[in-house]
């Protein structure tokens, strides 16, 4: 019988190894991952409950986190959460494409042309700094109490924020890229889809971000002004809700499902996508 060679054995404990690492690498990930925000999450319950117990305030101005569960249990049994949670998000994720084939074309236009930049570059940084709030009132005085409304608060929140993250990263495009693209025959349109837009890929993608933050914003802000029986239930009217019966509980519960739906968009959609592009134009690098 042929003994193994030692070069052998060293190979095979260290092939062992190997896969014993990248089976404990997807948990650790997971560990890293998820265990700060739970530390987070459970720093600020404590502190809440602390205060709470300690009475600084009645207990209907300021309920602990277990009235908060219970509200929101109750409100979920009437099925007001998930009805709420899901026109919300439609309506959001809507208004959020409508602004990206808006924001996108425009931003394209005012990146590569230095008299429209010149023109309307500052009133695109002016619209993304005016708070959203501010539109819903001649929105309703325009439109009525209607989808329009919130529609309209959306993408005079989002688009400006779309448009100027694409002229970053438009910005920051060498200029030896449209060159050598100009050698190979790519001009004018095929220029900016073949070009342009995938090296301002970085800059774009953060620019889609920010828009989706300032679309989730502009829509709450104007589901807690504009409510009426024919809009439906969102989160913001029942947000209105708990204001108009002093119910503080389910105020809390729902700023904490607007606050949780709005971070979990962006993290199952948006952090991927972006981790994916700055991998992709070498600006990050692979986790091990």
Known sequence: MARPEPNGLARLEAGLDLLSGARAAPRRRLRQLLLPPLVAI????????????????????????GEVWHSLATAAG??????????SLSRGALGFLVSVLIGTPLGVVVG????????????LSGLQNLPSVAWVPPAVIFFGVTPATIYTVILLGAVPSIANGLVSGLDQVPPLYLKVGRNLGAKGFSAVVHVLLPAALPGYVA????GWAFAWRSLMAAEIIATSASLGHGLGQLLKQAQDTNDMALAFGTIALVLVVGIG????VFAPVERHVLRAHGLARKRP
Do not use: C, F, H, M
Request: charged letters at 10%; glycine letters at 14%; aromatic letters at 8%.
């Open 42 to 65: 459970a720093v600020v319950l404590l502190g809440w409950q602390g205060l709470y117990l300690a009475g600084v305030q009645p207990d209907w101005v300021l309920p602990g986190p």
């Open 78 to 87: 009437r099925g007001e959460v998930w009805s709420s949670i899901g026109n």
């Open 112 to 123: 590569r042309s230095q008299p429209v930049r010149t023109a309307v570059g500052p009133i």
């Open 207 to 210: 620019g889609l971000k920010q």
């Open 265 to 268: 968009v962006n993290q199952l």
